[in-house]
């Protein structure tokens, strides 16, 4: 006869690990997600096997644990206790709802089977202390691998090293006068094509494709470029008109 285990717990990562745990094996999985959910399955399905999460919505799993040892006819059905990593779990607590057996989630599948069958095979009526589950360790982590260092140049006891002179900056040419924005140097007229020429029409339908190209953030950035450069030279040629007359 095909036996079916109750899965009681509200974590659905859970219930989809167990379901996929025992899907090879002639075993019926039916899934809650509340206490209260369990004890109504349980007089519906009458489980062979209560998988019960310690602290889920509704009746925890301890007092899931209890109402089947208090059932008339379900008292021997065997009760194995969910508990998560970080939750506190008495073994007194335990053993007075009468669990069978508890494991630590997250738990490897094959730990979890091998539980449940050895559950399954033993004397539904007695208490079973199973092995202790192994936690999961954490994977432990790379180190980060370190680059070789360049080794520091050598330096002779008798002469020390003489640092570098520095080497003097170019001054910027002056925009001639006729140029106060400076850019000749930039937009270098390129040379007519040899074919044809370029009428005026054309290059403004040119102008107006690259200003339509232009986002508003590269105009103000020459904007905030040009307009100091300009607003100077203005007020120096104003001021040496002035001085002059």
């Known amino acids: 006869m095909r036996k079916t285990i109750l899965l009681a717990d509200d974590s659905p990562t859970i219930r989809r690990l167990v379901t996929q745990t025992f899907a090879d094996a002639d075993l019926k999985i039916v899934e809650v997600s509340n206490g209260d959910a369990a004890i109504k399955a349980i007089e519906e399905v009458k489980p062979s096997l209560v998988l019960a999460d310690i602290y889920m919505p509704g009746k925890n799993g301890f007092e899931v644990c209890t109402f089947v040892r208090n059932h008339p006819r379900l008292n021997a059905v065997p009760v194995i206790l969910l508990v998560g990593a970080f939750d506190a779990f008495n073994d007194e607590t335990a053993k007075q709802a009468g669990a069978t057996a508890n494991i630590k989630k997250p738990f490897e599948p094959?730990?979890?089977?091998?539980?449940?069958?050895?559950?399954?095979?033993?004397?539904?009526?007695?208490?079973?202390?199973?092995?202790?589950?192994?936690?999961?360790?954490?994977?432990?982590?790379?180190?980060?691998?370190?680059?070789?260092?360049?080794?520091?140049?050598?330096?002779?006891?008798s002469a020390p090293a003489a640092a570098p002179a520095p080497q003097p900056m170019a001054a910027a040419a002056p925009a001639p006068e006729d140029d106060l924005l400076g850019?000749?140097?930039?937009?270098?007229?390129?040379?007519?094509?040899?074919?044809?020429?370029?009428?005026?029409?054309?290059?403004?339908?040119?102008?107006?494709?690259?200003?339509?190209?232009?986002?508003?953030?590269?105009?103000?950035?020459?904007?905030?470029?040009?307009?100091?450069?300009?607003?100077?030279?203005?007020?120096?040629?104003?001021?040496?008109?002035?001085?002059?007359?």
């Open 110 to 157: 094959g730990a979890l089977i091998e539980l449940v069958n050895s559950v399954l095979s033993g004397d539904p009526g007695t208490v079973t202390e199973p092995e202790p589950v192994k936690e999961a360790r954490p994977k432990p982590q790379r180190e980060p691998r370190q680059e070789p260092q360049p080794e520091p140049p050598r330096v002779s006891k």
């Open 183 to 245: 850019l000749k140097s930039i937009f270098v007229q390129e040379p007519a094509p040899p074919t044809h020429g370029i009428s005026d029409d054309d290059v403004d339908r040119i102008v107006d494709r690259v200003i339509q190209k232009l986002s508003t953030q590269v105009i103000e950035s020459i904007a905030w470029d040009i307009v100091p450069d300009i607003t100077e030279k203005i007020v120096r040629q104003e001021l040496k008109r002035i001085n002059e007359s």
